[in-house]
């Protein structure tokens, strides 16, 4: 007489590899879209602080840092700021959740825009790639 002696067949490993392989064939990719969401959520969190930060800098100095000035702006006095009373951020000018820092510009009629163009990096797009900011 035989001894049976405990443990998993081939058949059953193969079994359990396949079900977990379906699992995560379905599951994956939908916990990366939550995780694009999340940065696109995040990049308009960081432009919201940021368009703060610029608006109490405006009230202080008089107007939004120019271009050439940038974000920086908000960490240092600029030669030209009379009325600076910063900085204006906790911490130094965040980048992009895409590592890439955000585009500062001052409009002709004093207003700025101020956004990210996402993962992609370019203009336009959808989901993680679209735009973000105030334009």
């Known amino acids: 007489m035989k001894k049976r002696t405990s443990g998993f067949t081939l058949i059953e490993m193969l079994v359990v590899l396949v079900l977990i392989s379906l699992l995560a064939g379905l599951v994956g990719p939908r916990l990366f879209q939550q995780v694009g969401g999340s940065k696109t959520k995040v990049a308009a969190a960081q432009v919201e602080l940021l368009t703060s930060a610029l608006n109490t800098y405006r009230l202080d100095v ?62 336009g797009g959808e989901g993680e790639d679209q735009d973000v900011g105030l334009f």
């Not at 825009?113 to 996402?118: C, D």
């Open 62 to 123: 008089g107007e939004a840092p120019t271009t050439e000035q940038g974000l920086s702006a908000l960490m240092s006095a600029p030669n030209a700021a009379r009325g600076w009373n910063g900085p204006y951020l906790t911490k130094d000018v965040p980048v992009d959740p895409w590592n890439r820092p955000y585009i500062y510009e001052l409009k002709a009629n004093g207003d700025f825009a101020l956004y990210s163009f996402g993962r992609d990096g370019s203009k």
